[in-house]
């Protein structure tokens, strides 16, 4: 079956930066694309960024700041965040639309505050 795991979220300061992980299993993890998703308090779940992606891979509020990578050999998707702003608080989630059902994993929490 899917399993998504996402790890690495935590407490960091404004300007400050965290890399997200999301180990996958239960399907051919090369072949699919990755989405990175986020949620904050009270409001809607939003794209932040996706692999493969083209030319459209990051949400516009996201560009030049965050990263999104993958390691195929691992089945593991990242997503680097630098430059982190308060707003971007969040639970943050990796999501895989595999025969077309959305899978999801549990999130990560990340924090931005001092």
């Known amino acids: 079956q899917v399993q998504l795991v996402e790890s690495g979220g935590g407490l960091v300061q404004p300007g400050g930066s965290l890399r997200l992980s999301c180990a996958a299993s239960?399907?051919?993890?090369?072949?699919?694309?990755m989405r990175w998703y986020r949620q904050a308090p009270g409001k809607e779940r939003e794209l932040v960024a996706v692999?493969?992606?083209?030319?459209?891979n990051y949400a516009d509020s996201v560009k030049g700041r965050f990263t999104i990578s993958r390691d195929n050999a691992k089945n593991t998707v990242y997503l680097q965040m630098n430059s982190l702003k308060s707003e971007e608080t969040a639970v943050y989630y990796c999501?895989?639309?595999?025969?077309?059902?959305?899978?999801w994993g549990q999130g990560t929490q990340v924090t931005v505050s001092s």
């Open positions: 999501n895989i639309v595999y025969r077309g059902v959305p899978y």
């Open positions: 239960g399907f051919t993890f090369g072949v699919y694309v």
């Open positions: 692999t493969p992606g083209g030319t459209t």
